[in-house]
Nanobody, 114 residues
């Protein structure tokens, strides 16, 4: 079992930046991937960015060039640097870790005002 705790959400103006952090209860070295998803009101949860065990990253088209996913040196943290934020980025952001199961954090709210 793995517990994931997100932090770093908040309210920011359009064009601003936020950095989300996800701390896991144990090393994620053996996980197949870690990533960030988001869910806006009335919409389905969608993938934002993932990073696999080899370090390869994948991004949703809507965030390419603006968001960067990375892992901490301790292998139990993952970050999402979000730049040039837009109002449509407003959502609850969830940290995810996958091996044979999916593990989710409780989510952190990101609100971008116009």
């Amino acid at each position: 079992q793995v517990q994931l705790v997100e932090s770093g959400g908040g309210l920011v103006q359009a064009g601003g930046s936020l950095r989300l952090s996800c701390a896991a209860s144990r090393s994620m070295f053996t996980m197949n991937s870690m990533g960030w998803y988001r869910q806006a009101p009335g919409k389905q949860r969608e993938l934002v960015a993932t990073i696999i065990s080899g370090g390869r990253t994948n991004y949703a088209d809507s965030v390419k060039g603006r968001f960067t996913i990375s892992r901490g040196n301790a292998k139990n943290t993952v970050y999402l640097q979000m730049n040039s934020l837009k109002p449509e980025d407003t959502a609850v952001y969830y940290c995810n870790a996958k091996d044979i199961l999916d593990f989710w954090g409780q989510g952190t709210q990101v609100t971008v005002s116009s």
